[in-house]
């Protein structure tokens, strides 16, 4: 999954900033990747002035064997089942105090099957591919400030808000599907062969879910990013694909680079 981050900003009467939504990274082929089954593509960051969400960390591939490893992000990328490949560092670059990612899981490379490690989320990382645990994706971080957009945002989870950024579950060649991450994480393969996983949501900054061998496919693509502001309607504004007001302000939901004037 891409990096969860907060934050306030002051802006002039008449200034302008970018919005930059992140987009969604992908499975491992080219040109992301040198090789076959190699690490997915990471994402790109979202960007409001000085906070920078990052891109979510790729996941490890099968082959070559220096490929394995999960790649580093706002979130980690998951390792490879093939040859144990290690987890992707989260919160990269780092953010304090609080972490806008956590660690993708370990993959396990177990006699007759291979598991992958499941992508971290922005509230935990990725579970390893190591029984009894199957490589879930981390779950995500819920936003309670969406107003009357909240329906049309986000994904549900164990607690109120809406859910970003979840992991997305591993490609699993030891039975049935891992989860991916509350936050718009995609599930991953099961041990079919003919099994694929499922793509992270759009505009959740959530991973994609992990192919399976033998035949390798490819996981697939994470969910793009998105960028939420909310002022007070009284100090005006512009930008956004869509807009709502709460009581004294306004929300603006950027599901795509854009511009907001104040």
Not at 67 to 77: E, I, P, Q, T, W
Not at 161 to 185: E, T, V
Request: glycine share 34%; hydrophobic share 25%; net charge negative.
């Amino acid at each position: 999954a891409g990096g969860f981050r907060t934050g306030c900003l002051s802006v002039l009467p008449g200034q302008s900033i970018a919005v930059t939504v992140g987009g969604a990274g992908g499975a491992g082929v080219a040109p992301c990747s040198p090789g076959v089954a190699a690490q997915g593509c990471s994402g790109t960051n979202s960007v409001f002035s000085t906070i920078i969400s990052a891109g979510g960390g790729g996941a490890g591939g099968a082959a070559p064997e220096t490929y394995r490893v999960g790649l580093a992000g706002g979130s980690g990328g998951g390792g490879a089942g093939e040859g144990d490949g290690a987890g992707g560092t989260g919160n990269y670059p780092p953010i304090s105090p609080v972490a806008q990612g956590f660690d993708g899981g370990t993959g396990e490379n177990a006699p007759g099957s291979d598991r992958g490690g499941g992508g971290g989320g922005a509230a935990a990382v990725g579970t390893p591919g190591v029984e009894p645990s199957k490589g879930d994706g981390g779950i995500g971080s819920p936003y309670g400030n969406l107003g009357p957009l909240a329906p049309s945002y986000g994904t549900t989870g164990p607690a109120p808000g809406r859910y970003f950024a979840g992991g997305g579950g591993s490609g699993n060649g030891a039975g049935s599907a891992p989860s991916g991450g509350s936050g718009g994480g995609g599930d991953g393969a099961s041990q079919s062969p003919s099994a694929t996983g499922v793509a992270g949501s759009t505009n959740t900054g959530g991973g994609g879910g992990g192919g399976v061998q033998p035949t390798y496919n490819d996981g697939l693509a994470g969910g793009s990013g998105i960028v939420v502001l909310r002022h007070p309607t009284a100090k005006g504004g512009s930008g956004g694909n869509a807009t709502t007001t709460c009581g004294s302000y306004t929300i603006r939901v950027f599901t795509g680079d854009g511009t907001f004037g104040s």
